[in-house]
């Protein structure tokens, strides 16, 4: 019997042997009282027994989700918008390539993750520097998420990659965009066809 090789296991393990037969045999015919543990454990096994449902978790199932890039050479003045042009897929997530606007229709966390190939266009002062780009919620409130810059500073004409990545909140209706903060004119450029990539995903 299953039950019987379960208890032998469990008895040999502890250091005992088959001698607990007949300790388990009675216990399964209900002739030891039942408030001896190992009889009730047999027997709440024998009738199938159940603990108390408890409460029913949060369910969550990750559907909204976006991916935008861009393939141009396009410029980008100080403070301005990162504008891509191109969405891969998305779901709820929606992206308006017009204004630079990830909309978020749904209340959550979400994580993130964007990188852009850039070239320093400041003809008028090529002093090395940073290029910057910074992740904002755009509505209802203009509010800092993240900050990215290029490693090495570029000199003009130079480019650079800027990448990073943020876990943010977001309340329904919510919108959020790049600007660039480098203080000078960057060009977006393609780098084996793609010269700006974003994906953002929902996590609770």
Not at 11 to 20: I, L, S
Request: hydrophobic residues 30%; glycine residues 6%.
């Amino acid at each position: 019997m299953l039950i019987q090789n379960v208890f032998f296991t469990y008895y040999k393990v502890k250091g005992g042997d088959n001698t607990k037969s007949e300790e388990i045999n009675n216990c399964i015919n209900n002739e030891i009282e039942e408030n001896d543990y190992l009889c009730r454990v047999i027997n709440c096994l024998i009738k199938n027994c159940t603990g108390p449902t408890g409460p029913k978790g949060d369910s969550f199932v990750s559907n909204s989700y976006a991916m935008v890039h861009d393939e141009s050479n396009s410029t980008i003045q100080p403070n301005d918008p990162l504008l891509l042009q191109a969405t891969n897929l998305s779901n709820n997530i929606t992206y308006d390539s017009s204004t630079g606007n990830f909309n978020i229709p749904e209340k959550g966390t979400y994580i993130i993750h964007w990188w852009v190939n850039v070239r320093n266009k400041n003809k008028d002062d090529c002093t090395p520097r940073a290029s910057g780009i910074e992740f904002h919620q755009y509505l209802p409130n203009d509010i800092l998420i993240a900050h990215s810059s290029t490693h090495n500073k570029i000199s003009c004409c130079d480019t650079g990659t800027i990448n990073g990545n943020a876990i943010f909140n977001a309340t329904d209706g919510s919108s959020f965009r790049f600007l660039n903060t480098s203080g000078i004119p960057i060009d977006l450029v393609p780098n084996d066809l793609y010269s700006a990539s974003v994906s953002i995903t929902r996590i609770a």
